[in-house]
T-cell receptor, first 113, second 111 residues
């Protein structure tokens, strides 16, 4: 069965203290791995899509990387406005729906001044 | 583009009542889907559609119905609400194998 596990569940950082969030997955053929940001009371907001091992994408202070077993979301010199829940999701090649995302439970990030 | 819109934003129901959660998208996406989000459970797929007239069940379909008569709209119907359906509901749309874009959500409380 396809599984997506995110760690840690919660992370508290000081402003400027860099860190990484982890998303490990087991799927039968990865079509894509997606990172979303979710603010309280809002819908998930798309950040990145990664398709193959070795791929990296960057946006401002965020950088996403992908290996055959996991993805990392690196946050460099975070600011309080980076506080949110970060969700990881995978699209498997053999998913019954042909496209449905399988989500992890998320990492809740708090960045304090 | 408004993207994905959902109404209502918040709803309170009594057990046994029925209601429809509305979802619309203006991006001409073929695929639309409904998720529910519960604390500690993550996002779980309820129903999805790969085009007008075509729907299928996701991971947690019981107690919900959907239909897709147009590309733009994908309503979710609760036939007889139960307290276990208290949740936050998100609608999403996308092109095949591409990024899913989410609506702002509907918060449902069933008493």
């Amino acid at each position: 069965e396809d599984q997506v596990t995110q760690s840690p569940e919660a992370l508290r950082l000081q402003e400027g203290e860099s860190s990484s969030l982890n998303c490990s997955y087991t799927v039968s053929g990865l079509r894509g791995l997606f990172w979303y940001r979710q603010d309280p009371g809002k819908g998930p907001e798309f950040l990145f899509t990664l398709y193959s091992a070795g791929e990296e994408k960057e946006k401002e202070r965020l950088k996403a990387t992908l290996t055959k077993k996991e993805s990392f979301l690196h946050i460099t010199a975070p600011k309080p406005e980076d506080s949110a829940t970060y969700l990881c999701a995978v699209l498997a090649a053999n998913s019954n729906s042909g496209y449905a995302l399988n989500f992890g439970k998320g990492t809740s990030l708090l960045v304090t001044p | 583009n408004a993207g994905v819109t959902q109404t209502p934003k918040f709803q309170v129901l009594k057990t046994g009542q029925s209601m429809t959660l509305q979802c619309a998208q203006d991006m001409n996406h073929e695929y639309m889907s409904w998720y529910r989000q519960d604390p500690g459970m993550g996002l779980r797929l309820i129903h999805y559609s790969v085009g007008a007239g075509i729907t299928d069940q996701g991971e947690v379909p019981n107690g919900y119905n959907v239909s897709r008569s147009t590309t733009e709209d994908f309503p979710l119907r609760l036939l007889s609400a139960a307290p276990s359906q208290t949740s936050v509901y998100f609608c999403a749309s996308n092109r095949p194998t591409e990024t899913q874009y989410f609506g702002p959500g509907t918060r449902l409380l069933v008493l």
